[in-house]
């Protein structure tokens, strides 16, 4: 089956390998990028860009959950692969088999890992703020007890901002937090491994911190996740574009109807274009209503009435000849046009990384290596 017959996510493997150069100039000697591909990869395909980026020379990874990391390791990722979110410890069988680093959630989830007997790599969280994992990070003991556990070794001491995107005072008081916490326990003669708290906006909206990893996932992606200034941008290319073809073109006169609910009543004779992309593959039924648009021949046509399942309308009135088969750009470049997700998903209600990680998987994939 062709990728490209109905509806397909399109990956510009250049912008890939060089979203990573820019990310990679940003940080301080030492420092590495720690691949962020949980999600699939947000909808880009995790298979694809991991093995991209290890050939690019990444050598660490993070998923969200065992399955995303074994899948990884079974598409032939070597290196670190921390699992970011809960694993059963009952299952450190299966992480240990596929060397998977896990993180360490909280006391309570420490003693339970370490009981199962398994030798295991493992990343230390600390809550500095945010409050969904981590052992709070100025309760030095805690840290104490699960570095002494038996059977998890520690590799390395994380934390997670929860505000990088909005709140520079709150975000310098979670990195002053992490590091009081870590020399703290350096201070007591335990090694805490490679450092790493900032992702994305970590990275957009702080300094270089002397850490040993940043977990960026959006920046490699190269996309922000809505219009806000950053305070370091870099120079970054979307990596993703997003094109369905048109199925049908048909013309309705003045006082006619369109689609269910018959949300659309053409005031003047309107030509419409269905294409084959609908909420199944990840949009909103009320796209049209949200001012949605698509790229026709180079222009912006409104989207119009509800969004099907399997499709949706768009008024191309004004786009000249629109033809079945032709290809409509939902996200991306077409001619003197552009899409961007960051547009999209503010038009979603959402913010980029929302959008993109619900675009459905029977979305063709294309990829492109050459730069456009
Ligand atoms: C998703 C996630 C990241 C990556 O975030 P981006 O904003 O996409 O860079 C980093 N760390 C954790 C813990 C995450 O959950």
Not at 15 to 33: I, K, S, Y
Not at 139 to 163: F, I, K, N, Q, Y
Not at 181 to 203: I, K, M, N, T, W
Not at 255 to 277: I, K
Request: contains cysteine; charged residues 20%.
């Amino acid at each position: 089956m062709r990728a490209t017959a109905r509806a397909w996510r399109e990956l510009d493997l250049a912008a890939l390998t060089g979203n990573l150069r820019a990310v990679e100039a940003r940080l301080p000697p030492g420092c590495r990028v720690m691949a962020v591909v949980k999600a699939d990869a947000y909808g880009h395909g995790a298979k694809t860009v991991a093995r991209t980026l290890q050939r690019a020379g990444v050598r660490a990874f993070a998923a969200a959950c065992l399955d995303e990391a074994s899948a990884l390791r079974r598409a032939g990722v070597g290196g670190e692969i921390l699992v970011l979110g809960y694993t059963p410890p009952e299952l450190a069988g299966v992480l240990a088999r596929w060397r998977i680093a896990q993180t360490v959630l909280d006391e309570d989830y420490a003693c339970r890992l370490s009981a199962q007997g398994v030798p295991l790599r493992v990343h230390l969280a600390l809550d500095t703020g945010m409050h969904r994992f981590g052992l709070p990070a100025g309760d030095l003991a805690a840290a104490r007890r699960v570095l002494a556990l038996p059977h998890l070794h520690v590799v390395g001491t994380m934390s997670h901002l929860c505000a990088a995107d909005s709140d520079p005072a709150e975000t310098e008081a979670q990195a002053a937090r992490f590091f009081a916490a870590v020399r703290a326990l350096e201070a007591s003669g335990l090694d805490p491994g490679r450092l790493h708290f900032q992702a994305s906006y970590g990275v957009w909206n702080l300094p270089p911190q002397p850490c040993g990893y940043v977990r960026a996932g959006l920046a490699l992606y190269g996309v922000p996740s809505d219009s806000r200034p950053l305070l370091y941008p870099m120079a970054l290319r979307p990596v993703l574009s997003l094109r369905a073809r048109v199925a049908s073109v048909r013309d309705l006169a003045a006082g006619e109807g369109a689609g269910y609910d018959l949300a659309f009543r053409a005031e003047r004779p309107t030509r419409l274009a269905v294409v084959a992309m609908g909420y199944a593959d990840g949009l909103p039924r009320d796209l049209g209503r949200r001012g949605g648009e698509v790229l026709l021949r180079g222009r912006r046509c409104p989207v119009v009435g509800l969004v099907c399942m399997d499709q949706l309308l768009a008024d191309v009135t004004g786009a000249g000849p629109v033809r079945s088969g032709d290809i409509a750009t939902v996200i991306g470049r077409d001619g003197p046009e552009e899409i961007t997700a960051v547009e999209l998903a503010a038009r979603c209600g959402a913010i980029t990384n929302e959008l993109l990680s619900r675009l459905s998987r029977r979305l063709g994939l294309v990829t492109r290596r050459q730069k456009s």
